[in-house]
Structure formats: C-alpha cells, structure tokens
C-alpha cells in the first residue's frame, strides 16, 4: 500500500551549504522532518553542484518519512552567471543588462533540459531566450 503524502515543501537553497537556520528549519519543522537528517542528505547529494542555488521539493509522509528532489538551478540564475553580471534590468525593453550569446543559450539549455517543458534543444533555447529577454539580456 503506497504511504500517504502530508505535505510538498518547496525551497530553493545554496547547493552544499544546506543549514538547519531560517528559511529551511522552521518550514521542515512544522512539517515534523528531522532537520538534522534533511541536512546532511541533502548537502552529500548537492556537493557537486557546490556554489549554486538549488530548487528542492520534498514530499512528507503521513509516518513522518520524506523524499526529495533536487532540480537544476533557475534559468535567470544560469543566464547571470554566463553574462556575468550581478542582476538584470529593471527596464528590460528600454536599457539592456548585458549579452550572451547562442552558443552561451544552447549550453544553459542543455543543463536545464530535464526540468524544461521542452522535446528538443531549439525549443528549449527559445525557453531561455525568453527568460534572458526579460531580464535584459541579449542573445546574439
């Protein structure tokens, strides 16, 4: 017989540097997870990815046991770092944030394909092209 879900958590936290302090602690907490346990599986399963920010959805049991699923980090977060730049326009058709190109878009792409709703990489470009044209960022 399948367990039956009390709760879906989702959160978004730095890779690898996982803590039982504000925001995550009180939210697993209410839900009755051990932080403890949370935090030490989820820092071993993010080590690689060390240094960017992680979405997570855990889903919690009615016996108080939970998984958890790691996704890759947000595209604005991805197209940031390859355009290296601090954050993007706040007037995103009048000033442009900075510039990336094709190629740069085709890699981001690539690294978010599983969580994209996407069937093949040109379609996932245009996703992310999106996301960077609403920042303010060109794609050339």
Known sequence: MAKKVTKKIKVQIQAGKATPAPPLGPALGQAGINIGDFVTKFNAATQKMAGDKVGVSITVYEDRTYDFVVKTPPASDLILKVAGIQKGSGKNVATKAGKITRAQALEIAKKKMQDLNS??????IRII???ARSMGIEIK
Do not use: H, V, Y
Request: no cysteine; hydrophobic share 20%.
């Open 119 to 124: 069937k093949d990489d040109e379609g996932a």
């Open 129 to 131: 092209a999106g996301s």
